[in-house]
């Protein structure tokens, strides 16, 4: 089992930035990836950024460049700095662990809004 608690999100202005975090305890050993997914009203859940335990990282085309996803091990703490924000980055987002352990399991984070004001 992980657990994933998230925190940072809020309101912006457009152009600003912000921080969410992703604390994870639990089974971390077992943990493959973490990642930060978002869904916005009447829209289905996306993948925006992924961290691997390597520390390779990946991107959603729509964030590239103003979105960096970055851990800290030794706080197994995983990170989404989010500059440059847009309206239509409004969304709740979604810490997500990626397991193997006896097949792969998924473990989510309970949200936290972003709110990108225009």
């Known amino acids: 089992q992980v657990q994933l608690v998230e925190s940072g999100g809020g309101l912006v202005q457009a152009g600003g930035s912000l921080r969410l975090s992703c604390a994870a305890s639990?089974?971390?050993?077992?943990?493959?990836?973490m990642n930060w997914y978002r869904q916005a009203p009447g829209i289905k859940r996306e993948l925006v950024a992924s961290?691997?335990?390597?520390?390779?990282?990946s991107y959603a085309d729509s964030v590239k460049g103003r979105f960096t996803i970055s851990g800290d091990n030794a706080k197994n703490t995983v990170y989404l700095q989010m500059n440059s924000l847009k309206p239509e980055d409004t969304a709740v987002y979604y810490c997500?662990?990626?397991?193997?352990?006896?097949?792969?399991?998924?473990?989510w984070g309970q949200g936290t809004q972003v709110t990108v004001s225009s």
């Open positions: 997500n662990a990626k397991t193997l352990l006896v097949g792969w399991n998924d473990y």
């Open positions: 639990g089974s971390i050993s077992s943990i493959k990836t």
């Open positions: 961290y691997s335990r390597g520390g390779s990282t």
